[in-house]
Nanobody, 117 residues
Framework: QVQLVESGGGLVQAGESLRLSCAAS????????MGWYRQAPGKRRELVAS???????NYADSVKGRFTISRDNAANTVYLQMNGLKPEDTAVYYC???????????WGQGTQVTVSS
């Protein structure tokens, strides 16, 4: 089992920045890729950014150039630096971890990000 706990969400104005953190615990040696997803009211959950165990990054077009995902494998933590926030970035942000050689995925409880105009 893997547990994921997010932190760092909040209410900011457009143009400001936030940094989300996701700390993994439990059987962390089984974790392969990690990522951030978000879900706005009435919308489907979507991928924001992901990072492989080797550090390869992938971003949604809507956040490229504004968001940066990083990973500290020693601390079992993944980060999402969000700059230039826009009202359309408002959503609950979820941390995700997938497991080597398994279809199993783990999710955090989510952290709210609200961007006012």
């Amino acid at each position: 089992q893997v547990q994921l706990v997010e932190s760092g969400g909040g209410l900011v104005q457009a143009g400001e920045s936030l940094r989300l953190s996701c700390a993994a615990s439990g059987n962390t040696a089984r974790i392969n890729g990690m990522g951030w997803y978000r879900q706005a009211p009435g919308k489907r959950r979507e991928l924001v950014a992901s990072i492989s165990s080797g550090g390869r990054q992938n971003y949604a077009d809507s956040v490229k150039g504004r968001f940066t995902i990083s990973r500290d494998n020693a601390a079992n933590t993944v980060y999402l630096q969000m700059n230039g926030l826009k009202p359309e970035d408002t959503a609950v942000y979820y941390c995700n971890a997938d497991i080597w050689y398994s279809p199993v995925e783990y999710w955090g409880q989510g952290t709210q990000v609200t961007v006012s105009s």
